[in-house]
């Protein structure tokens, strides 16, 4: 038996605002990368099958292109809760890679202007996504959640600025520079182009761009720090565990929410699951 053109005119109405509802609601997840990694990070950890499994649909990867940042739609850019990942380029400095994630929330911005939008940063990653929230927060972010991120610095970039400049007394020639890429291949020639974000990565007492940001205001909205916790100490192999700490940047002090993982460096699915329970606790 067909339906009335009333009852017919209520269900349209009903389903109407539904999607409505949907649309209002909506959220927007930005996945940012660290050091040495890329965009696929997010998939090859196992973080946005969790994530998707908790109804954060994968939306799609934004990365250079011709004219910036350029969208790359997957199924779920029209989802209720949607998460996206960026490509940048992690050898870069810290303000330039900043630069290019500004792009790519200005690019979502034009998408999406009045959707809710958090974002997650893994490691330099975490510490790129406090670059645009300064200025009073143009890209209007809600949350703000870092994973093993160097906020004071590591000593790691101290080392890695060694490699690159260590001139032994026996080779202290450009004939050095050719024995490092004959032995070292690609992962050095790598190293040798991240000397700039490794300047920016040393300890915040070397008087760094990290020295700096570490002082800027910072927008009233949600932090949360995901601190790496091993057997022995807290931190992990490549980040001392104070230093992943939000509320030891001077700016942000007492402001963070800190949770700690038994976990190294790197990413994994448990990162997911956090991840989803932090969102639906916001």
């Known amino acids: 038996m067909g339906l ?21 609601s909506a959220d927007i997840l930005v996945l940012v990368h660290g050091y040495a990694s890329g965009a ?16 954060w649909q994968r939306a799609g990867v934004l990365a250079p292109g011709a004219e910036g940042m350029q969208l790359l739609p997957a ?31 200005d690019a979502l911005r034009r998408y999406y202007p009045d959707e809710k939008l958090v974002l997650v940063g893994h490691s330099a990653g975490g510490v790129v996504a406090r670059f645009v929230l300064l200025g009073n927060n ?22 890695g600025l060694d490699v690159v400049d260590a001139r032994p007394f026996f ?40 020295s700096w940001l570490n002082q800027q205001p910072y927008p009233d909205i949600k932090y949360y720090a995901i601190v790496r916790q091993t057997p022995f100490s ?3 192999d490549i980040v001392p565990g ?20 038994p976990s190294g460096h790197g990413l994994n699915p448990q990162d997911g699951v956090l991840l989803a329970n932090i969102l639906a606790e916001s």
Not at 42 to 50: V, Y
């Open 242 to 261: 104070f230093s992943q700490d939000l509320n030891n940047v001077p700016a942000l002090h007492g402001r963070a929410r800190v949770m700690y993982t």
């Open 75 to 105: 199924q779920g850019v029209q989802a209720a809760n949607k998460s996206f990942t960026v490509s940048l380029p992690a050898e870069a400095p810290l303000a330039i890679q900043a630069n290019y994630l500004a792009m790519a929330l």
């Open 4 to 24: 009335s053109m009333a009852t017919r005119f209520i269900w349209i109405v009903g389903l109407l605002g539904l999607l409505i509802s949907r649309l209002v």
């Open 138 to 159: 143009p890209y209007r972010v809600s949350e703000l959640v870092t994973i093993a991120s160097p906020h004071l610095g590591t000593g790691r970039a101290a080392q």
């Open 171 to 210: 080779c202290p020639g450009p004939g050095i520079e050719f024995l490092k890429h004959m032995i070292g291949g690609s992962d050095y020639a790598y190293l040798e182009d991240s000397r700039g974000v490794l300047i920016d990565l040393l300890p915040v007492d070397s008087g760094n761009v990290l």
């Open 40 to 55: 696929q990070t997010w998939e090859f950890s196992g973080i946005n099958s969790e994530l998707d499994a908790r109804g």
């Open 234 to 236: 807290s931190g992990d």
